[in-house]
């Protein structure tokens, strides 16, 4: 422990080896900055394209396409009469501008709306008919649809581009008098219904795009379950973009009857490709007395390169209503992917005693962006909503929550509760909210929380201090700042949204 | 173990450590005292990696290696711990997640198998027992409205979990009420062993009562100004640093008189 005396005849005189020191320490400052970049450089791992002899409708729109599609689909007169009726309107709207993106105007004309894997005339009629290639692909996606290997307790649709290439688990529901199956198959088998509710929550003119999708939707999944039943198992459908120049339009339609729950998941994902591709889907919800939805989302569409290069335009409309008292309906997503991201899952409160739920998760990295939120309108008696959006921000994306809630006059005793957190991974990220609020209603109460943080060097480096890598930091402090909307999600989601957000997961859930 | 050598450290352009010099070998326990803002955590840090303070001169080795060529994790894998002063909140991440993350990046590093959850789960269940430690605090966020003593008591339990070879507790004694105090020294005692050495940092000489350091050091505005065994902290206690400061400078000038 020698003296101070010596100590302090020590000369401070910076060595040329020192100074090597201070430069490769600044070096490595620089490196642990980039880590926190190089997350949202992580690879696109569903960036992959399956060469299948697929049949395309030529580029471009009009009602000859509209048509064509129709005519693909052997729809009866009365469908092929509603998209044209969209599609006249759609000509007649223009594109919104309200929101807090930016993007080069789209070319309609140039893509496709029409995109389908060639098969039998009819189509698959069971697995086997279905093309190898194709059973391939989505067990590469992890979503293997042979029903012995699938994870007991999920049914799946595959939404291939254009058309639904398989449902499992059709027969099984069936005995509960559960319908799942494409809805280019309802259209055909259930017509009464898909007439019903077809529009009835998100009309053919309600916007832009549903305008667009009402036009031109080529498939998605129908869900009816009857009065009385609990779904035994969650429903999914995966849809997967694979043709170039080709938009993906699909409409979701699923009605529950009273006393009826279903939970509903639905994933996606894209191939990497330079040029932006559109996606405009309309989902709807409705549920009668005593009815509950659970919807849930995973949405991991192509982002984009580092550089802002391809990615996938995601404007979506999905909107629920309960109808009917005591009835509720959640919407739960996870977004992280698209280079665009326009969406606000919404619920219309009219049913007394009705609840609306939305938990939301939304991660932009390098160029991505997102204006996402919901709309919760409360028209019934003592309806509850509550709002929880954690927007994620990194690289130079912004991040956008965008919610309104509205409490008509005789909303008597509505209540809402909105939660908005954000977190910023860095200085050249944007996060933004807007929340609009109306009430009609005085006897209604509305709490809006909203709170804006940078992920702290200080619970890095605490992370750092106990053996983590500051990737593994960064993604262990972002799924923790998700959590809340995490366990909202079914397990398996969970398991996969965590992975999203880039955890390790051995063990983290349950 | 410890071999730092004229340290000198800054934050942003001001200097904090003015070359400190220390050596610690494998089994002993030093304690570093001072007054507040002397420098004591900046050291802590330091050794453990924090960048935002910037080592503009002197070597820090530690096993043979030079430690200011590690980063933070790497060193804490290689068995520097530090018990933080003002341990850090993250929110929605379970404390039992947190260290069994940590415990078995620092297994994989020495070639150990990962623990899964049940097993962790077991060890750290046993671990928390012997600190007092409720059961569910384990299930709770990571700091998260824990109080200023179970926060400290969490940072023992952390120490214990990872058993690390280097175990720097920064002010741990500050908001620990007298029993919690001598349940965290019994931890830290069963901790003692000839493979570990221990840097208590403190402002009292009770830690130290159940805790009997072998060395005691104090540093004042960035150096070591004076080292003794455990007699010193009494010293201290009894004259306070005004003495030792007063020593100190009259040495200084008399050392400034002579160049
Ligand atoms: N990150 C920082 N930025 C600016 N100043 C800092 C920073 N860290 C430490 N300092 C300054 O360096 C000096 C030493 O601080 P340090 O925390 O090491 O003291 P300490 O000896 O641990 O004090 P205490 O006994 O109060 O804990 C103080 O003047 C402090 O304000
Ligand atoms: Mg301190």
Same mark, same amino acid.
């Given at each position: 422990m020698?003296?101070i005396?010596?100590r302090d005849?020590q000369?401070a005189?910076i060595?040329?080896?020192e100074?090597?020191k201070k430069?490769?320490k600044a070096?490595k400052k620089?490196?642990e900055?980039?880590?926190?970049?190089?997350?949202?450089?992580?690879?696109? +791992?569903?960036?992959?394209?399956?060469?299948?002899?697929?049949?395309?409708?030529?580029?471009?729109?009009?009602?000859?396409?509209?048509?064509?599609?129709?005519?693909?689909?052997?729809?009866?007169?009365?469908?092929?009469?509603?998209?044209?009726?969209?599609?006249?309107?759609?000509?007649?709207?223009?594109?919104?501008?309200?929101?807090?993106?930016?993007?080069?105007?789209?070319?309609?004309?140039?893509?496709?709306?029409?995109?389908?894997?060639?098969?039998?005339?009819?189509?698959?009629?069971?697995?086997?008919?279905?093309?190898?290639?194709?059973?391939?692909?989505?067990?590469?996606?992890?979503?293997?649809?042979?029903?012995?290997?699938?994870?007991?307790?999920?049914?799946?649709?595959?939404?291939?581009?254009?058309?639904?290439?398989?449902?499992?688990?059709?027969?099984?529901?069936?005995?509960?008098?559960?319908?799942?199956?494409?809805?280019?198959?309802?259209?055909?088998?259930?017509?009464?219904?898909?007439?019903?509710?077809?529009?009835?929550?998100?009309?053919?003119?309600?916007?832009?795009?549903?305008?667009?999708?009402?036009?031109?939707?080529?498939?998605?999944?129908? @869900?009816?379950?009857?009065?009385?039943?609990?779904?035994?198992?969650?429903?999914?459908?995966?849809?997967?973009?694979?043709?170039?120049?080709?938009?993906?339009?699909?409409?979701?339609?699923?009605?529950?009857?009273?006393?009826?729950?279903?939970?509903?998941?639905?994933?996606?994902?894209?191939?990497?490709?330079?040029?932006?591709?559109?996606?405009?889907?309309?989902?709807?919800?409705?549920?009668?007395?005593?009815?509950?939805?659970?919807?849930? !989302?995973?949405?991991?569409?192509?982002?984009?390169?580092?550089?802002?290069?391809?990615?996938?335009?995601?404007?979506?409309?999905?909107?629920?209503?309960?109808?009917?008292?005591?009835?509720?309906?959640?919407? !739960?997503?996870?977004?992280?992917?698209?280079?665009?991201?326009? &969406?606000?899952?919404?619920?219309?409160?009219?049913?007394?005693?009705?609840?609306?739920?939305?938990?939301?998760?939304?991660?932009?990295?390098?160029?991505?962006?997102?204006? !996402?939120?919901? &709309?919760? @309108?409360?028209?019934?008696?003592?309806?509850?909503?509550?709002?929880?959006?954690?927007?994620?921000?990194?690289?130079?994306?912004?991040?956008?929550?965008?919610?309104?809630?509205?409490?008509?006059?005789?909303?008597?005793?509505?209540?809402?509760?909105?939660?908005?957190?954000?977190?910023?991974?860095?200085?050249?990220?944007?996060?933004?909210?807007?929340?609009?609020?109306?009430? &009609?209603?005085?006897?209604?109460?509305?709490?809006?929380?909203?709170?804006?943080?940078?992920?702290g060097e200080d619970q890095i480096f605490y992370c750092n201090q106990r053996?983590?890598?500051?990737?593994?930091?960064?993604?262990?402090?972002?799924?923790?700042?998700?959590?809340?909307?995490?366990?909202?999600?079914?397990?398996?989601?969970? @398991?996969?949204?965590?992975?999203?957000?880039?955890?390790?997961?051995?063990?983290?859930?349950? | 173990m410890l071999e730092i050598k004229n340290l000198h450290v800054e934050v942003e352009g001001t200097e904090i450590l003015k070359g400190v010099n220390l050596n610690i +070998?494998?089994?002993?326990?030093h304690a570093i005292m001072g007054p507040n803002g002397s420098g004591k955590s900046t050291l802590a840090q330091v050794i453990s990696g924090r960048d935002v303070y910037d080592v503009t001169n002197g070597e820090i080795s530690y096993?043979?290696?030079d430690l200011l060529d590690m980063e933070p994790d790497e060193r804490a894998?290689?068995?520097v711990f530090m018990a933080f002063q003002y341990p850090v909140?993250?929110?929605?991440?379970?404390?039992?997640?947190?260290?069994?993350?940590?415990?078995?990046?620092?297994?994989?590093?020495?070639?150990?198998? !990962?623990?899964?959850?049940?097993?962790?789960? +077991?060890?750290?269940?046993?671990?928390?027992?012997?600190?007092?430690?409720?059961?569910?605090?384990?299930?709770?966020?990571?700091?998260?409205?824990?109080?200023?003593?179970?926060k400290k008591?969490?940072e023992?339990?952390?120490m214990?979990?990872?058993?690390p070879?280097l175990a720097i507790m920064d002010e741990t004694d500050s908001g620990?009420?007298?029993?919690?105090?001598?349940?965290?020294?019994?931890?830290?005692?069963?901790?003692?062993?000839?493979?570990?050495a221990i840097i208590i940092v403190t402002h009292y000489?009770?830690l130290?009562?159940?805790?009997?350091p072998?060395y005691i050091h104090i540093l004042l505005n960035g150096k070591i100004v004076k080292s003794?065994?455990?007699?010193?902290?009494?010293?201290l206690?009894?004259?306070?640093y005004?003495?030792i400061k007063?020593?100190y400078?009259?040495?200084?000038?008399?050392?400034?008189?002579?160049?």
């Amino acid at each position: 422990m020698g003296n101070i005396l010596e100590r302090d005849q020590q000369q401070a005189e910076i060595s040329s080896e020192e100074v090597e020191k201070k430069i490769h320490k600044a070096k490595k400052k620089v490196t642990e900055k980039d880590t926190l970049e190089a997350l949202g450089n992580r690879e696109y +791992k569903w960036g992959f394209f399956t060469d299948i002899e697929q049949e395309y409708a030529s580029p471009g729109l009009n009602e000859d396409v509209v048509r064509f599609i129709s005519m693909k689909k052997k729809e009866p007169e009365w469908m092929l009469e509603w998209r044209l009726k969209a599609f006249r309107n759609w000509q007649k709207m223009t594109e919104p501008t309200w929101v807090n993106v930016e993007y080069p105007p789209i070319d309609y004309q140039s893509q496709r709306y029409y995109a389908a894997p060639k098969s039998k005339e009819d189509g698959p009629k069971s697995l086997d008919e279905v093309d190898p290639e194709l059973l391939r692909t989505y067990e590469k996606l992890g979503i293997p649809l042979e029903e012995q290997k699938i994870l007991s307790g999920v049914a799946v649709d595959a939404v291939f581009d254009s058309v639904s290439v398989a449902t499992t688990f059709k027969e099984k529901l069936a005995e509960y008098g559960i319908i799942f199956c494409s809805m280019s198959e309802a259209v055909h088998n259930h017509p009464d219904l898909v007439k019903k509710y077809l529009g009835s929550i998100v009309p053919y003119n309600d916007n832009y795009f549903a305008a667009l999708n009402s036009a031109v939707f080529s498939d998605g999944s129908f @869900v009816y379950v009857p009065k009385g039943v609990r779904c035994p198992m969650e429903l999914s459908t995966y849809f997967r973009i694979n043709s170039e120049n080709t938009g993906q339009f699909e409409r979701t339609l699923i009605v529950a009857e009273e006393g009826a729950y279903v939970s509903y998941l639905e994933g996606c994902t894209a191939p990497k490709r330079d040029t932006h591709q559109l996606h405009a889907a309309v989902v709807e919800l409705i549920a009668l007395d005593d009815a509950q939805i659970k919807y849930s !989302t995973v949405q991991n569409w192509y982002p984009g390169d580092k550089d802002g290069k391809g990615g996938i335009y995601n404007f979506v409309t999905k909107r629920g209503k309960c109808a009917g008292v005591n009835s509720k309906i959640s919407w !739960t997503q996870v977004e992280t992917g698209s280079a665009i991201t326009w &969406k606000y899952p919404s619920v219309i409160l009219q049913g007394d005693n009705s609840v609306g739920e939305f938990y939301s998760v939304a991660l932009t990295m390098n160029h991505q962006q997102a204006d !996402t939120g919901t &709309k919760m @309108v409360h028209l019934g008696k003592n309806t509850k909503s509550t709002i929880v959006a954690k927007g994620i921000a990194g690289g130079v994306s912004q991040n956008s929550y965008r919610g309104l809630v509205k409490v008509m006059k005789n909303a008597e005793n509505a209540r809402n509760f909105s939660q908005c957190d954000s977190l910023l991974l860095g200085d050249r990220c944007g996060a933004h909210t807007f929340p609009y609020i109306e009430v &009609k209603n005085t006897s209604s109460q509305v709490e809006h929380e909203a709170t804006t943080s940078k992920i702290g060097e200080d619970q890095i480096f605490y992370c750092n201090q106990r053996g983590i890598s500051t990737e593994d930091a960064v993604s262990i402090i972002v799924n923790g700042f998700a959590k809340e909307v995490f366990k909202e999600l079914p397990m398996e989601f969970a @398991v996969e949204a965590q992975k999203l957000l880039g955890v390790s997961l051995e063990g983290s859930v349950g | 173990m410890l071999e730092i050598k004229n340290l000198h450290v800054e934050v942003e352009g001001t200097e904090i450590l003015k070359g400190v010099n220390l050596n610690i +070998k494998a089994g002993e326990v030093h304690a570093i005292m001072g007054p507040n803002g002397s420098g004591k955590s900046t050291l802590a840090q330091v050794i453990s990696g924090r960048d935002v303070y910037d080592v503009t001169n002197g070597e820090i080795s530690y096993l043979g290696k030079d430690l200011l060529d590690m980063e933070p994790d790497e060193r804490a894998r290689e068995g520097v711990f530090m018990a933080f002063q003002y341990p850090v909140e993250i929110p929605g991440v379970t404390n039992s997640y947190f260290l069994k993350t940590g415990l078995n990046e620092i297994r994989k590093h020495h070639g150990l198998e !990962t623990l899964d959850a049940a097993d962790f789960l +077991k060890f750290i269940k046993e671990k928390a027992k012997l600190l007092d430690i409720e059961p569910d605090m384990l299930n709770r966020s990571v700091n998260e409205g824990f109080s200023g003593g179970e926060k400290k008591r969490n940072e023992i339990l952390q120490m214990a979990v990872l058993e690390p070879k280097l175990a720097i507790m920064d002010e741990t004694d500050s908001g620990l009420d007298i029993d919690a105090l001598r349940i965290v020294a019994d931890g830290v005692n069963r901790l003692r062993n000839e493979d570990r050495a221990i840097i208590i940092v403190t402002h009292y000489q009770r830690l130290l009562n159940y805790i009997v350091p072998d060395y005691i050091h104090i540093l004042l505005n960035g150096k070591i100004v004076k080292s003794g065994d455990k007699q010193l902290a009494f010293e201290l206690e009894e004259k306070g640093y005004d003495q030792i400061k007063a020593d100190y400078s009259s040495i200084k000038t008399k050392l400034e008189e002579t160049v």
